[in-house]
Every structure is written in C-alpha cells, then in structure tokens.
C-alpha cells in the first residue's frame, strides 16, 4: 500500500543519506532490467515456470521476503521482478477520463 509518492518521496529521501542519486525507474528502464537485453518473457525465459516466483498459481498467498526466489533473478541482477508486489514507474499515463496523474506499475503477482 505504498503510493506513488511516497515511492518518490522515499527515493528522494535515499538521494539525501548521500548513498547516490535514487528515483523511479521509467517503464522502459524497468522492462529491460527485469528481462534482459534479448527481451524474454520473464526474467529467467520465455516460459512460465510458477516455482520461480512469488504468484497465486503456488502461494504462498502473501509477501515473502526478497530475493527468496533466487531463480526469478534478472539478467542484470534485479530480484523478484516477476510476482511478490506491483512496483512504480516513472512512466506517467492518463486515466480514462484524460485526467494526468497515474503512472505505470510493472511486476506483480
């Protein structure tokens, strides 16, 4: 239950503890570092393969602990990409409406 700002917020926090600069992946930036260069379907390939996440196709029916699925593992590094919580963007989008103001979640469950 975490809202977009304060995802922004919490980014902007870290950038001030002076551990570098922190802020929202765009879509594009996360989709590329939760599948790779050559663009699987999921982070380990192109088949879904339900023990390697975190769904409701296995349970456990709440968040676990991260990185607890060590083979959903991206490419470059970025655990849990596939399944667990849905995860901000930067990535603006506009409601159906036409009014700004929702961005872009990526990953989930």
Wanted: hydrophobic content about 35%; glycine content about 12%.
């Amino acid at each position: 239950m975490v809202s977009h700002h304060d995802a922004v917020a919490y980014a902007a926090w870290l950038s001030r503890q002076g551990v570098g600069h922190w802020r929202l992946p765009t879509e594009l930036e996360w989709e590329k570092s939760a599948r790779g260069a050559d663009g699987k379907r999921f982070p380990w390939g192109d088949r879904y393969k339900s023990e390697n996440l975190n769904s409701h196709d296995d349970g456990p029916f709440d968040t676990v602990a991260i990185g607890a699925y060590p083979q959903g593992t991206s490419p470059y590094g970025l655990v849990d990409p596939a399944g667990q919580v849905f995860e901000w963007t930067a990535t603006a989008t506009a409601t159906a409406a036409g009014k700004p103001g929702r961005f872009l979640v990526k990953g989930g469950s």
